[in-house]
């Protein structure tokens, strides 16, 4: 089921060397240059090393780039599937995303434009962002309501005319922060009685240096920056826009988030698989370099137990990914929404729960920049949160189930 076609074979051999040979021997220096260049929450001084510009023209050159786009002429032509086995590869680097232009926010909204822009839309916004040329950014959560409920959303997005009029505040806005970051993607509601409840969203197109269009402060996330991307809130005050900056038209807001999401899901899980997988390398290296106690620390306690612990919970959790990849290929987002929720649950509890372990292997240098850990354990954790908490997809997985056998989940 999940075999691999030889082109996509090639596509991970060729990536794994790359992330071994250009991407691993310099990503410690990378980030300490990063946190030199990137001091305190002040964006508009924030900077990516020159150094990153030299890697991604490398990864273009070894066409390794844009391998998350199924396109066979803008992407690579890769099924998701085959890209979930890349993704878990470049999820043991914190760089290695942005290397091969494969990161979030901008790979959902390359996919988003390319499966839902117009052809005004891709060429003026996607065709630069398929070059590496910008970044962009997605706005959905809010900061004053529940947005584990998107029907919540209290930005507007509303038809004037020729002009939609944008008015709202939201926040964890990724890439906010960016240097490079041109153009947002803005979800919001486009009240019409006529329609029900998930046809009352929309995606609008808003370049970043559009009048009303303000950003407001960065978020640190557990007290880190994640300079030069960076995490924000940002306000839209009477923002005005001509009518083709709809993505797909007025109200269709859901259905492309829906599009969006489930191949994203199924990158996010595999890179934490990654990350997971790095996170117990580290941890077994580590635990065998040193000692205590006249032994090995991993031979200490429970730690060979948890060692064991690690590698069923990071394989059952590769598995079920690859399925809900392969159930989307062949039957559709719709026929893999219980397993990519269940995806989205897993994986990241995985990372936690892994990277976890590798830190207190580690002590105190687990804490520190020396290694990546903490960048994983941040990812794992936000990742319970963000593309939906764990709750609203344990939800979805309930629903589904009570339904097979003809029952409602709605409580009275």
């Known amino acids: 089921m999940f075999e691999l076609s030889p082109r996509a074979q090639e596509y991970v051999s060729k990536t794994k060397a790359f992330i071994q040979n250009e991407i691993e021997p310099i990503e410690q220096a990378f980030w300490n240059q990063v946190h030199d260049l990137n001091q305190g929450a002040d964006w508009t001084k924030w900077q990516w090393p020159a150094q990153l510009e030299t890697l991604k023209n490398k990864a273009k050159q070894a066409n390794l780039w844009n391998m998350f786009l199924p396109d066979p002429v803008l992407g690579q032509g890769l099924s998701v599937q085959e890209y979930a086995h890349i993704a878990e590869l470049s999820g043991r680097s914190l760089l290695a995303p942005i290397v091969f232009n494969c990161n979030a926010p901008d790979s959902g909204n390359m996919e988003v434009l390319w499966r839902y822009g117009s052809e005004q839309q891709k060429k003026q916004w996607l065709l630069p962002l398929l070059d590496g040329k910008i970044r962009s950014v997605f706005c959905m959560t809010e900061p004053e309501v529940a947005s584990s409920d998107a029907t919540n959303m209290q930005a507007t997005a509303v038809v004037e005319g020729n002009e939609i009029v944008l008015n709202g505040r939201k926040w964890w806005s990724s890439g906010l922060g960016d240097p490079n970051a041109k153009i947002i993607i803005f979800m919001a509601h486009t009240p019409n009685e006529n329609k029900d409840r998930h046809h009352q969203h929309s995606m609008v197109l808003v370049p970043v240096d559009t009048a009303g269009v303000n950003i407001e402060r960065m978020l640190p996330v557990f007290g880190d920056y994640d300079a030069p991307h960076g995490h924000g809130e940002i306000s839209f005050n009477d923002v005005r826009l001509p009518i083709d900056h709809f993505i797909g038209g007025a109200g269709q807001g859901f259905e492309i988030a829906q599009g969006r999401l489930g191949p994203g899901r199924i990158h996010h899980c595999m890179r934490c698989i990654g990350a997971a997988e790095k996170s117990l390398e580290m ?130």
Not at 329 to 336: C, E, P, Q, S, Y
Not at 365 to 374: E, H, M, Q, Y
């Open 283 to 412: 941890m077994i290296d580590r635990g065998m370099s040193r000692q205590a106690f006249g032994k090995e620390i991993l031979k200490l306690g429970g730690n060979l137990e948890r060692v064991a612990e690690a590698r069923v919970a990071i394989d059952q959790a590769r598995l079920l990914t690859l399925y809900a990849a392969y159930k989307m290929d062949t039957l559709g987002n719709m026929a893999a929404l219980t397993e990519i929720s269940a995806i989205k649950v897993v994986a990241p509890n995985v990372l936690q729960q892994v990277v976890d372990m590798a830190i207190q292997i580690h002590g105190g240098a687990g804490l520190s920049r020396d290694t990546p850990l903490t960048g994983f354990f941040a990812q794992a954790r936000a990742l319970r949160l963000a593309d939906g908490p764990d709750e609203v997809h344990k939800g979805m997985i309930a629903k589904l189930e009570l339904a097979k056998r003809g029952y409602s989940s709605r409580r009275k």
